[in-house]
């Protein structure tokens, strides 16, 4: 019966990954599939493509085209799925296509930095992190952050806090719904310890379904779903190795990743801190001391 509440407090929402298309001609091809067909598709231009920039979802990019020595043009779109009718005359292979957006203008520009300031002056482009990123070799940062039970409403019976969690690792850029109060201790810990990819926990992990206190109510395993997103995270000397799934290794100063996880880490407390208090006395003994125990680590590895 503990197990169940527990289960019940720390239990994450399933939400669908991606969502099914509704026409039976697109079935079983999943939204995040077809944006992966169709990036950087279609792009054909009369006049040269000098940079192609997207929205961290990759639905929507801009095409910055060069009119003639000096001058550019913008092209903006947006990713759409053919519907059943249309599938039935494409010969391409592609489930989907771009098309121009409300923001196609005639602007014109001295220079490519004019032309790109232009689309990072406005979302959905103006917080793309893959570009703002575009010189870093780790960064990793969390936004949407949300009690899950209740969404944008403060919940003072939800323990674990969750959001959307933005990661680039080399030239490597990563988006995952995640428990981030869970990706934050993950993060603390591997300051003095190696983290070698899928043998525990995920960096970034979907779920954080029960906390579970040591003795002391010093530390505390955080149990759930198998679903995430990891890499390895290695100590070299005064170097941080980061190895990701497809075998890219990333080494970067161990002061700089500190600092990078410092900042990640102090984000989601600031968050907890102007929430509500949680409501502990209503909770069961084992919720109460995970709860006690994941601070009391956090706070050890975070000072």
């Keep these: 019966m503990i197990l169940k509440k527990v289960f019940g407090r720390f239990s994450k929402k399933k939400?669908?990954?991606?969502?099914?298309?509704?026409?039976?001609?697109?079935?079983?091809?999943?939204?995040?599939?077809?944006?992966?067909e169709c990036y950087d598709k279609n792009l054909d231009y009369i006049y040269p493509v000098v940079k192609v920039i997207y929205t961290d979802d990759k639905t929507e990019r801009a095409v910055i085209l060069r009119k003639s020595d000096t001058l550019c043009t913008i092209d903006f779109s947006k990713l759409y799925p053919y519907d059943e009718d249309e599938l039935q005359y494409i010969s391409n292979g592609l489930h989907g296509y771009w098309s121009p957006t409300s923001s196609n203008g005639n602007s014109i520009f001295d220079t490519e930095k004019d032309a790109t300031n232009a689309i990072l002056s406005e979302p959905p482009f103006k917080y793309n992190k893959s570009v703002i990123w575009a010189s870093c070799a780790f960064r990793i940062d969390a936004e949407n952050l949300c009690w899950i039970k209740n969404d944008d409403v403060d919940d003072p019976d939800d323990f674990c806090l969750h959001g959307q969690v933005y990661a680039k690792i080399g030239d490597e850029f990563f988006e995952y719904d995640a428990t981030v109060s869970a990706t934050g201790l993950y993060l603390l810990r591997s300051l003095t310890e190696n983290h070698i990819i899928h043998e525990h926990e995920n960096i970034l992990p979907c779920c954080g379904n029960w906390m579970l206190a040591n003795d002391d109510l010093n530390s505390v395993d955080i149990g759930g779903c198998p679903n995430g997103v990891d890499w390895s995270i290695i100590h070299e000397s005064e170097k941080i190795k980061l190895v990701t799934e497809s075998g890219t290794e990333t080494q970067i100063d161990i002061d700089d990743y500190r600092q990078e996880v410092y900042a990640f880490v102090d984000k989601i407390e600031t968050f907890y801190k102007n929430s509500s208090p949680k409501n502990l006395s209503e909770a069961d003994s084992m919720s109460r001391d995970g709860y006690a125990a994941f601070w009391n680590e956090w706070h050890r590895r975070r000072l």
């Design 15 to 36: 939400q669908p990954t991606a969502t099914l298309l509704q026409s039976p001609l697109l079935q079983p091809i999943l939204w995040n599939e077809l944006v992966k």
